[in-house]
């Protein structure tokens, strides 16, 4: 019989991805057949998945991370329902991979939700009957009392799934065992009497100062408190945006590597009022040497050696808030690297046209940045898919060679107007030191990672760094951080014996 662990958390941001994704791969090391569900997300950090036809399908970053920490491929039915916001209080639903259609709160839950419950029921049944142990992530809160009757990813999945109940809890900001205890109280009681266990995330400092906390809450509850998992970023990648800098605000990722600033190199990244797939600069900030900062779209970008333009989940309005804020101006006077993701590979062209089709406004024809000889027309027509490109080393990738993985998920087409490069092959274009490209997960190749990382440090006139501090998997990072902090995990959840 299959088992079941519901991660759910006290609040959003507690730390569920990575409890889940560490999880997965403990349970992948012992052998065990193990797959992760979520059966509700909202985030527009998307990858491409199998569907249960065969077809291409979107998930959420987060089932898509922890089906590798699983070691197994990942299919849309670890994410049955992903809502994709849009701005105004819209989102684009996706059930079992495939784009339904574009809706407001209210109306999905008047008119979809059932639908998607079903869904999220079938796709569960599926992987229940292909593996051995689950591992489901719950989303936010698992006491908002005003959705528990409407509530898929906590309630409605620990009751389907007949879920044990692994609750989290952030003492980062304090008030740690409040929240817990009001959580405990305020969940639905069957769903209460699932919870095997709680974890205290994200703490910093000594541990023994929470004993006399501890000890009072498991009086008070009858709830174990598992372990205390350090302030410890594995590594993984981020599901929302939570991550990132309010609008309006800078923030740098990657300068706490003990590398001097003046042997660095800084990527500009302009913070999108509707930025998609943020995820694809995580690998650059990874690299020793290398900052990625967001910026807002008034910066300037003076201390920036190279920019690069990041995926939208609305093209068209994200380019006129560029231009809005003169943004447009400062790329086309910067001499430095250019680099365009999905969307901004469709913002560097010279037009988009059919755009009303994208924009809240009724606008036709819209005005690129002109920085590549390319045309984007949307359609109604998405396009979603895994790919693997062969290298053609010309400009930025002219130390680069062999192939890059993985994917594309995106409307409009995208075509030449005149001659030009192209070194990522089809849905790719390159003129001097500007590159656009549809493929996501670009910079997780470490040939084009280090061609362009390469690229930059000379641009900038700045030695590159060769060595490379050792590198250790995140989902192994993961893992080990359960192994060690919670070791009483597996006395409470799945049956190692059967």
């Not at 012992?30 to 036809?53: C, E, L, T």
Request: glycine content about 10%; charged content about 25%.
């Amino acid at each position: 019989m299959t088992e079941t662990v519901l991660v759910a958390g006290t609040e959003s941001h507690v730390g569920k991805s990575t409890v889940a994704a560490g999880l997965c791969r403990l349970l992948a090391r012992r052998g065990v057949s193990v797959a992760p569900f979520k059966a509700q997300n909202m985030s527009n950090n998307a990858r491409v998945a199998v569907a249960p036809d065969g077809e291409w399908g979107e998930i959420g970053v987060s089932q898509y991370v922890q089906a590798r920490a699983a070691r197994i491929p990942a299919t849309t039915d670890m994410n049955p329902v992903l809502l994709k916001p849009r701005g105004d209080g819209e989102s684009q639903l996706i059930l079992q991979g495939e784009a339904v259609e574009n809706i407001a709160a209210g109306g999905y839950y008047e008119s979809q939700w059932e639908r998607a419950r079903r869904a999220a029921i079938e796709s569960y049944e599926r992987l229940a009957t292909d593996h051995d142990v689950i591992v489901a992530e719950g989303a936010g809160s698992v006491a908002e009392i005003n959705l528990h009757h409407r509530d898929l990813a906590n309630v409605e999945t620990a009751r389907f799934a007949d879920a044990s109940v692994l609750l989290l809890v952030n003492i980062e900001r304090g008030g740690a065992f409040a929240s817990l205890y009001g959580t405990l109280e305020l969940m639905p009681d069957d769903v209460r009497d699932r919870v095997q266990g709680a974890i205290i995330t994200k703490f910093r400092g000594d541990e023994s100062l929470l004993d006399p906390g501890i000890e009072a809450i498991e009086d008070r509850t009858g709830i174990p408190i598992l372990g205390v998992l350090p302030y410890d970023d594995p590594g993984l990648p981020e599901e929302d945006s939570v991550s990132l800098p309010q609008q309006g605000k800078t923030a740098i990722f990657g300068d706490d590597d003990g590398v001097p600033d003046s042997n660095a190199i800084t990527i500009g990244v302009p913070r999108l009022p509707r930025i998609s797939n943020f995820t694809d600069l995580e690998p650059l900030a990874n690299e020793s040497g290398v900052r990625v900062a967001y910026l807002p779209l008034q910066s300037t970008l003076g201390h920036a050696d190279a920019v690069v333009l990041p995926g939208s989940k609305n093209t068209v309005d994200d380019l006129l808030a560029l231009r809005n804020a003169g943004f447009d101006e400062q790329l086309a006077d910067f001499s430095g690297p250019i680099v365009g993701l999905c969307g901004g590979y469709q913002m560097l062209g010279e037009r988009i046209t059919n755009a009303s089709l994208e924009s809240t406004d009724d606008h036709d024809t819209v005005r690129g940045l002109d920085l590549l000889p390319v045309e984007t027309r949307f359609t109604t027509e998405k396009h979603v898919e895994r790919v693997t490109r062969t290298l053609d080393p010309v400009g930025l990738l002219s130390e680069a060679a062999g192939t890059v993985y993985g994917y594309e998920i995106h409307t409009g087409q995208t075509t030449a107007t005149r001659p030009v490069a192209q070194p990522i092959g089809e849905g790719s274009a390159a003129v001097n030191s500007v590159l656009g490209t549809y493929l996501h997960g670009f910079f997780e190749n470490e040939n084009a990672r280090t061609a362009f990382v390469k690229a930059v440090f000379q641009s900038a006139g700045t030695r590159y760094l060769e060595e490379r501090d050792s590198f250790q998997s995140p989902y192994d990072a993961a893992a080990d951080l359960l192994k060690v902090s919670v070791p009483r995990l597996f006395q409470k959840f799945v049956d190692l014996d059967r």
